[in-house]
């Protein structure tokens, strides 16, 4: 699939869209045992989606630090090593993302697009904890002339009964790209989904 030049606006526009519509599509197309906890495949999907509108998007491997201080409460993937234990000595009520069987890949799938903008399309993931009420949302975020690949992020919430709350990406150090092995990834009907993302985007012109 891909769309005629003459059909299409302004990128900024199209990630604008995705944002708005993209979640809900994303979640029914993910498997139920996976549900908010895949950033892989939804990633995938994304990935698909961005490329039929004509928008250079690639994938992005980050570390991912949710922290609620009023909750006492820390969630984190992909750190490593020192950083890692420093994370568990620093905060109160600390939660390491469990991988199912025990195996897999640690840390958070999102996307650059246009070399711009950062795209988490389960941003809910971040709902870790029971008073952190997030409804299915796709997170943009805008970084300028800096590649998100080169930034380090922090995003600053309240949610809906006043709980603030931070979020914290920062790209995975290393070569650890695991993710691209994982059925996640590979899920033939992914393409399919994305092209369908894409299409409801369209039609909301």
């Known amino acids: 699939m891909t769309v005629d030049p003459q059909s ?3 990128p900024q526009a199209l990630v604008s869209r995705y944002a708005a519509i993209a979640r809900p599509l994303l979640l029914s197309f993910t498997k ?3 549900r908010n906890a895949d950033c892989i495949g939804a990633t995938r999907m994304a990935l698909w ?3 039929a509108l004509g928008l250079r998007a690639e994938p992005i491997a980050m570390t991912w630090v949710v922290q609620a201080p009023s909750l006492q409460f820390a969630f984190v993937c992909g750190l490593r090593g020192e950083v890692l234990e420093a ?5 109160a009520n600390y939660t390491h ?8 890949w640690d840390g958070h799938l999102v996307l650059a697009v246009e070399g711009r903008w950062l795209v988490d399309s389960t941003f809910d993931q971040c709902a870790a904890h029971r008073d952190l009420d997030i409804p299915p949302t796709v997170l943009v975020v805008d ?3 800096l590649h998100p690949r080169d930034a380090a992020i922090r995003a600053n919430f309240t949610t809906d009964k006043g709980i603030p709350f931070s979020v914290d990406y920062q790209p995975l150090d290393g070569e650890d790209d695991g993710w691209r092995n994982s059925e996640a990834w590979n899920q033939p009907e992914l393409q399919w989904a ?3 993302i894409a299409a409801a985007i369209l039609a909301k012109r």
């Open 8 to 10: 299409q606006v302004n």
């Open 32 to 34: 139920p045992e996976c």
């Open 49 to 51: 989606c961005f490329e």
């Open 87 to 91: 994370a568990k000595l620093q905060a």
């Open 97 to 104: 993302r469990e991988v199912a069987g025990g195996q897999g």
């Open 143 to 145: 970084c300028g002339s």
């Open 194 to 196: 994305g092209y369908s």
